[in-house]
C-alpha cells in the first residue's frame, strides 16, 4: 500500500477555463477550494500564495476565489502553511478551514488533531486538506541557484516551473529550458530524506501530476469528508473525471515512484538508528510493513 | 453517556461488534468510581480552567462517573485522602515548605500521578522565577514535579487544550493505554524549551518547515523564516508545545489512522 489508503483513484481537472490556465496541472486544488469557498464547505483556506519576491510563496489565508487563483501553480521551495493556519483561526475567525499541504504538513495537522496537546480549539476547525504529492522540497536560495546557474535564466523571467519525464522544466516568456531532475540532487532539504509520503496518504483528498496525462492531475479521495467533497465538486461540474491508465505512464509510475521514495528514506532511517540520531519513525526490522508510514 | 462523549470527541475507544453501547456504560456503573484529587501548586490556575471548558460534555462525567475527592477549588476537604488520580497543577517551590510536603504526600496516597499542564510538566514559565518578590522574597526556585516525585504521565502545555484534557480522560476511562502512551513518555520531559526545535530538529537534519511548531506555539514566539523556526527568546515560556507538536519529534502513526478511519 504504497500510496496509502484510499476509496477512489481517477485523473481529474478543472472544467473552468480560467483555472486551466493558470494552474500547475489539471487545477484540482483550485478548483476543489473555489467550490468548497462557493457551497459554503469552507469559509477560507491556506495557501502558498504569492509574496512581495518572485517565486517566494507566503502562507497565505485566501478568502475569496480570487485569493485562490492568486495562489495557483507549484513553488518549489518551503512555504509553511501550518503556521498560517493560526492566524485563519483567531484573526480570520474562520470556523471551517481549508488548507492546501504537503505531506509532512499534513503529517504535523493530523498530528494535532490526534493529540493537541497545547493547540486550543483548532483541530475542529479543518474543514479540508488538500494534499499534494511532493518528492522533495527546496530551500528557496537552493532553487534560485540551480535556475540561475543550470537553466541560465534570470529567476525573475521565470513563468512556470515544472518537473516531469526526468526532467526540471523552467518556462520562460518565449523559451523552454530543461535539465535532468538528478542534478538538483544535493539542493534539496535534507529533513526530506526521511519522508514516507510522496502523496500525502493522510490528507482527505490528495492530487499531484505524477501519473496523469498532461493538464489532467491523478487525485486519490481519501477520508469521508474528502468523497463527500469531490462527489459534490464532480457532480456539480466543476470537475472532470477520466479513468486513470493503469500501466506505465499511469498508476504505475505513481505507484514505482511512491514505492523508492519510500525504499530511499528507509535506508536513511535505518542508517540514522544505527548511528544513534534520533529518527521519528519505526527502524525496517521494527515494523511489519518496510514501506509503512510509521 | 460514554458513547455521547466519545462521538463529540471523534473518539471511539471499542469496535462495536466488541462492546455495545450499553455494555460499556454496564463496565462503567460496575466499575467503582476513579477518586480523582486535583493538587494545585504554583500554577496561575489555568490548567483548571482549560479543564472546566470541558464542562458541557464533562460535567456528567465528573459528577456520575468520577468521584472528586481533594482540590482546594473542588471539594470541602482538609485532610488529603487516598487517591487513584493526582491532578497535579503548577511547579513545586523549594522554598514552599507546604507545596513540598503536599506533593509528597499526593505521591504516597495517589496510585498515579499526572503533572497536568507545563508548569507541572516542565516548569514553564516559573522557571524565571528570581525570588525576591513581595510577600515571599525567598521563594525563588520552581521545579517541575518530576524533580522530586516519580510521575506517572504528564500532560504539557500552557494551558493544554480543552480537547487534550478531554481525550485523556475518557482515554483513562476506557484503559486506552495506546492513546496515553505519549503522556506517559512525556513524563520525562522535564527540561523543555523553543530551543528543543533547534537541537532536536533542526540540528538534527528533521525539519521539514511545515510550520506546525510556529502554529502550536502558545506564546506566539516563534516566526519562520527561511522554512526554518526561528525563537523569540525573549516570547518562550519553556512549555515544550512546539516541539511535542512537531511532526518529527515523534509520530503516533496509528492513532491517526485510526482517528481518520484509514
Redesign the interface.
Known amino acids: 500500500m504504497v500510496l496509502?489508503?484510499y476509496k477512489q483513484i481517477t485523473l481529474g481537472r478543472s472544467t473552468d477555463k480560467q483555472i486551466q490556465k493558470i494552474s500547475q496541472d489539471g487545477g484540482i486544488a483550485t478548483a476543489l477550494l473555489c467550490f468548497a469557498l462557493d457551497e459554503k464547505i469552507i469559509d477560507g483556506a491556506v495557501v502558498a500564495g504569492p509574496s512581495d519576491e518572485m517565486w517566494k510563496p507566503m502562507?497565505t489565508v485566501a478568502m475569496t476565489s480570487d485569493d485562490i487563483m492568486a495562489a495557483a501553480g507549484t513553488k518549489y521551495?518551503?512555504s509553511?502553511?501550518?503556521?498560517?493556519?493560526?492566524q485563519a483561526v483567531r484573526q480570520y475567525g474562520l470556523e471551517k478551514v481549508g488548507i492546501v499541504?504537503?505531506p509532512?504538513?499534513t503529517?504535523?495537522?493530523?498530528?494535532?488533531?490526534?493529540?493537541?496537546?497545547?493547540?486550543?480549539?483548532?483541530?475542529?476547525k479543518i474543514a479540508l486538506d488538500i494534499g499534494i504529492c511532493c518528492t522533495e522540497?527546496f530551500?528557496?536560495?537552493s532553487l534560485r541557484t540551480f535556475i540561475s546557474a543550470k537553466a541560465g535564466v534570470d529567476f525573475d523571467l521565470v513563468e512556470k516551473m515544472d518537473i516531469g519525464k526526468g526532467k526540471f522544466w523552467v518556462h520562460t516568456q518565449d523559451d523552454v529550458i530543461s535539465f535532468p531532475i538528478k542534478e538538483t540532487h544535493g539542493y534539496e532539504?535534507?529533513?526530506?530524506?526521511?519522508?514516507l509520503d510522496l502523496v500525502s496518504?493522510?490528507s482527505d483528498i490528495s492530487t499531484g501530476s505524477i501519473g496523469a496525462p498532461d493538464d489532467w492531475s491523478a487525485v486519490q479521495v481519501?477520508?469521508?469528508i474528502g468523497e463527500t467533497v469531490f462527489k459534490k465538486a464532480v457532480d456539480a461540474g466543476a470537475i472532470e473525471l477520466k479513468p486513470i491508465d493503469e500501466g506505465k505512464f499511469g498508476l504505475e509510475m505513481l505507484t514505482r515512484l511512491a514505492k523508492s521514495k519510500k525504499e530511499k528514506a528507509m535506508k536513511v532511517i535505518d542508517e540514522r538508528k544505527a548511528m544513534g540520531?534520533?529518527?521519528?519513525?519505526k527502524a525496517s526490522s521494527e515494523k511489519e510493513d518496510p514501506l509503512?508510514?510509521? | 453517556m460514554i458513547a455521547r462523549i466519545k462521538e463529540f470527541l471523534g473518539m471511539e475507544a471499542q469496535p462495536k461488534e466488541v462492546a455495545s453501547e450499553q455494555e460499556v456504560e454496564k463496565v462503567a456503573e460496575e466499575k467503582a468510581k476513579p477518586r480523582i484529587g486535583y493538587i494545585h501548586l504554583s500554577g496561575c490556575t489555568g490548567d483548571v480552567m482549560s479543564l472546566s471548558e470541558n464542562y458541557d460534555i464533562l460535567a456528567p462525567l465528573l459528577t456520575e462517573m468520577v468521584d472528586i475527592v481533594y482540590g482546594q477549588t473542588l471539594a470541602d476537604v482538609w485532610e488529603m485522602p487516598e487517591m487513584d488520580v493526582a491532578l497535579v497543577e503548577g511547579s513545586v517551590c523549594l522554598q514552599d515548605e507546604h507545596s513540598v510536603k503536599e506533593l509528597m504526600e499526593a505521591r504516597e496516597k495517589a496510585g498515579l500521578v499526572v503533572a497536568l499542564g507545563s508548569c507541572a510538566a516542565t516548569g514553564c514559565f516559573t522557571r524565571y522565577s528570581r525570588g525576591g518578590q513581595q510577600a515571599n522574597p525567598n521563594h525563588e526556585s520552581f521545579v517541575p514535579i518530576a524533580d522530586l516525585i516519580k510521575v506517572d504521565a504528564a500532560l504539557p502545555g500552557c494551558p493544554p487544550s480543552p480537547e487534550i484534557i478531554a481525550k485523556t480522560v475518557v482515554a483513562v476511562i476506557n484503559g486506552d493505554m495506546d492513546y496515553l502512551q505519549p503522556m506517559i513518555d512525556l513524563a520525562g520531559y522535564t527540561e523543555a524549551g523553543g530551543s528543543d526545535l533547534q537541537y532536536k530538529v533542526v540540528n538534527q537534519a528533521l525539519c521539514i518547515g511545515c510550520g506546525t511548531c510556529a502554529m502550536a506555539c502558545q506564546t506566539r514566539a516563534l516566526d519562520m523564516t527561511s522554512g526554518r523556526p526561528e525563537l523569540n527568546e525573549d516570547r518562550c515560556v519553556k512549555c515544550g508545545v512546539c516541539y511535542i507538536q512537531c511532526p518529527r519529534s515523534w509520530w503516533p502513526a496509528d492513532r491517526i489512522n485510526k482517528d481518520l478511519g484509514l
Not at chain 1, 509553511?80 to 493560526?86: A, D, F, G, Q, V
Not at chain 1, 503529517?107 to 475542529?124: C, H, L
Not at chain 1, 540520531?277 to 519513525?281: A, D, K, R, S
Open positions: 496509502g489508503t502562507p521551495t518551503l509553511p502553511n501550518n503556521w498560517m493556519l493560526k499541504t504537503i509532512c504538513q503529517m504535523g495537522i493530523r498530528k494535532m488533531q490526534s493529540y493537541p496537546f497545547g493547540v486550543r480549539f483548532m483541530a475542529d522540497n530551500p528557496f536560495e532539504q535534507n529533513g526530506c530524506k526521511v519522508c496518504e493522510l481519501r477520508t469521508d540520531l534520533p529518527v521519528p519513525y509503512a508510514n510509521v
